[in-house]
């Protein structure tokens, strides 16, 4: 006669605490060190993103340089053999020369090439430049245009003409950024129960951007629809008018 294994015991209140007091340490530890790597991030994203909003406010004046010069004989002879429609980037030896003589970095930038000059255009954080370079006589022009350093933060923030490195401090970030919110939510999960507060506070900060958001798309269909009435308002009164001229 087979017997039915007896029902495995329930867990005790002691391991239930130690797998809590675990997952605590565990939660608190990944909560610091995402905090740790995001911390300087943060504040810049947050101080950028007022100054963002308010940039039509926050006054930038640039400052443009402008630089000329000519590319010696030898190096513009050089340039005969370079293609005269391309995009590839000039020889580094007038790159180096633009360098030395008119401050301004082009090795490996793209180009704007014809038969009759070649253009580079420099962005950059901040800033802006370019610079043209004339093939059959060999006179260079090149404008850097400087815009602040409120200017170069924004730009930051929106990692517009950062380069690599900035794309990858990025994505670490946004992870981090991830990593802390996540444990910050288990965290207010597991201490909820003794701070009333919390859900209602974490809602209201969940609701009041949602709010916001639908408000702003329905001021959008209703322009869309305004528009679109107006389209065809103005389309029957052109034809009738059309057809009381014809009459």
């Known amino acids: 006669m087979s017997t039915s294994p007896a029902p495995a015991p329930a867990p005790s209140a002691a391991r239930l605490s130690s797998a809590r007091a675990f997952w605590?340490?565990?939660?608190?530890?990944?909560?610091w060190i995402s905090a740790s790597v995001s911390l300087i991030g943060l504040i810049l994203f947050a101080v950028t993103g007022f100054t963002l909003n308010h940039a039509a406010q926050i006054p930038a004046e640039p400052v443009v340089v402008e630089?000329?010069?000519?590319?010696?004989?030898?190096?513009?002879?050089r340039l005969a053999t370079f293609p005269a429609e391309t995009a590839d980037p000039v020889p580094d030896a007038v790159a180096r020369?633009?360098?030395?003589?008119?401050d301004?970095?082009?090795?490996?930038?793209?180009?704007?090439?014809?038969?009759?000059?070649?253009?580079?255009?420099?962005?950059?954080?901040?800033?802006d430049g370019w610079m043209t370079l004339d093939r059959q006589t060999g006179e260079a022009f090149a404008e850097v245009t400087t815009r602040g350093p409120i200017a170069y933060l924004n730009d930051l923030h929106k990692g517009r003409?950062?380069?690599?490195?900035?794309?990858?401090?990025?994505?670490?970030?946004a992870v981090a950024c991830l990593v802390f919110a996540l444990t910050g939510l288990a965290l207010l999960v597991l201490h909820a129960r003794n701070r009333r507060m919390t859900w209602p506070l974490a809602s209201?900060?969940?609701?009041?951007?949602?709010?916001?958001?639908?408000?702003?798309?329905?001021?959008?269909?209703?322009?869309?629809?305004?528009?679109?009435?107006?389209?065809?308002?103005?389309?029957?009164?052109?034809?009738a008018a059309a057809a009381a001229m014809g009459g």
């Open 24 to 31: 605590l340490k565990q939660l608190h530890q990944w909560h």
């Open 67 to 77: 630089r000329t010069a000519t590319l010696p004989a030898p190096l513009l002879a």
């Open 97 to 102: 020369w633009a360098s030395s003589e008119l």
């Open 104 to 127: 301004v970095s082009i090795a490996g930038r793209a180009t704007e090439t014809t038969g009759a000059e070649i253009y580079v255009a420099l962005p950059r954080p901040g800033g």
């Open 161 to 173: 003409d950062t380069g690599a490195a900035w794309a990858l401090f990025i994505d670490v970030f």
């Open 204 to 239: 209201l900060g969940m609701l009041i951007p949602l709010i916001l958001a639908l408000i702003f798309l329905a001021m959008i269909g209703g322009l869309q629809a305004f528009g679109a009435s107006a389209t065809t308002m103005w389309s029957r009164i052109a034809t």
